[in-house]
T-cell receptor, first 119, second 114 residues
Framework: GAVVSQHPSWVICKSGTSVKIECRSLDFQATTMFWYRQFPKQSLMLMATSNEGSKATYEQGVEKDKFLINHASLTLSTLTVTSAHPEDSSFYIC???????????????FGPGTRLTVT | AQSVTQLGSHVSVSEGALVLLRCNYSSSVPPYLFWYVQYPNQGLQLLLK??????LVKGINGFEAEFKKSETSFHLTKPSAHMSDAAEYFCAVSLTGTASKLTFGTGTRLQVTL
C-alpha cells in the first residue's frame, strides 16, 4: 500500500517546449501533494505544496508561472515546466500525504522521480 | 523555521561494521524527524520517523535512531552494515501542526566496502 507513481520516469525535451509530469497516488487519496526538485548529488528542495481543488503554494524563489501545478483530483497532481531551458534539467520528485492520515501522521509517500533533460 | 544539518557528506564503512550517520536539527517547536534512503535514480523510502513518545525509534532494514532533545540530534545507526545499505540517506524535519512540509538535510552517501 501507499504507492505513488510518476509519469514519465524520464523525459528529454527541446529548449522552449513545455513538459508535463504526473504524480498519482495509486491506493489512497491525497489532499496534499508536494513537488521537490533535486540537483545531482544534492538534497531535495521543496518547490510547492499542492492542495486538491485549490491553488498551489510555492516556495520562495520558485516561479509559479514557469512551474504550473494542478491538483485536479484526490489522486492526481501535475507539474508542467513551461518554456523549459537547460537549467531546468533536474530530477523532480513528488510526494503525497494520505487524506485521512491513517497511513501515518505527517508521513509523506514519495514517487520514484522524473528525470528531465532539456537540450 | 527549521533546518537540518547532516555531518559528513560521505561515510564509508566495512561490511559488518557499525553504521552511524549524524543529523542535527534546529526547530522552534517540537519537531517531527525522519530518515529517508534513496537509491540511484529512485525516489525516497522512509526508514523511520520520530513523532512523540519513545525516543529510540526502530525502522526498516535494521536501522534505528534516537531523538536527543538536549543535543538536538537524531543520529541513524545500524549495528552491522550490509552491502545493500549503500545509498544516499537524508534526514528531514517537519514542524508539529504544519501540513507536513519537510526540510531535508544535504544527505550522506553511505559506501559499504568488503
Amino acid at each position: 500500500g501507499a504507492v505513488v507513481s510518476q509519469h514519465p520516469s524520464w523525459v528529454i525535451c527541446k529548449s522552449g517546449t513545455s513538459v508535463k509530469i504526473e504524480c498519482r497516488s495509486l491506493d489512497f487519496q491525497a489532499t496534499t501533494m508536494f513537488w521537490y526538485r533535486q540537483f545531482p548529488k544534492q538534497s531535495l528542495m521543496l518547490m510547492a505544496t499542492s492542495n486538491e481543488g485549490s491553488k498551489a503554494t510555492y516556495e520562495q524563489g520558485v516561479e509559479k508561472d514557469k512551474f504550473l501545478i494542478n491538483h485536479a483530483s484526490l489522486t492526481l497532481s501535475t507539474l508542467t515546466v513551461t518554456s523549459a531551458h537547460p537549467e531546468d534539467s533536474s530530477f523532480y520528485i513528488c510526494s503525497a500525504r494520505d487524506r485521512r492520515g491513517q497511513r501515518g501522521l505527517y508521513e509523506q509517500y514519495f514517487g520514484p522521480g522524473t528525470r528531465l533533460t532539456v537540450t | 523555521a527549521q533546518s537540518v544539518t547532516q555531518l559528513g557528506s560521505h561515510v564509508s564503512v566495512s561490511e559488518g561494521a557499525l553504521v552511524l550517520l549524524r543529523c542535527n536539527y534546529s526547530s522552534s517547536v517540537p519537531p517531527y524527524l525522519f530518515w529517508y534512503v534513496q537509491y540511484p535514480n529512485q525516489g525516497l523510502q522512509l526508514l523511520l520517523k520520530y513523532t512523540t513518545g519513545a525516543t529510540l525509534v526502530k525502522g526498516i532494514n535494521g536501522f534505528e535512531a534516537e531523538f536527543k532533545k538536549s543535543e538536538t540530534s537524531f543520529h541513524l545507526t545500524k549495528p552491522s552494515a550490509h552491502m545493500s545499505d549503500a545509498a544516499e540517506y537524508f534526514c528531514a524535519v517537519s514542524l508539529t501542526g504544519t501540513a507536513s512540509k519537510l526540510t531535508f538535510g544535504t544527505g550522506t552517501r553511505l559506501q559499504v566496502t568488503l
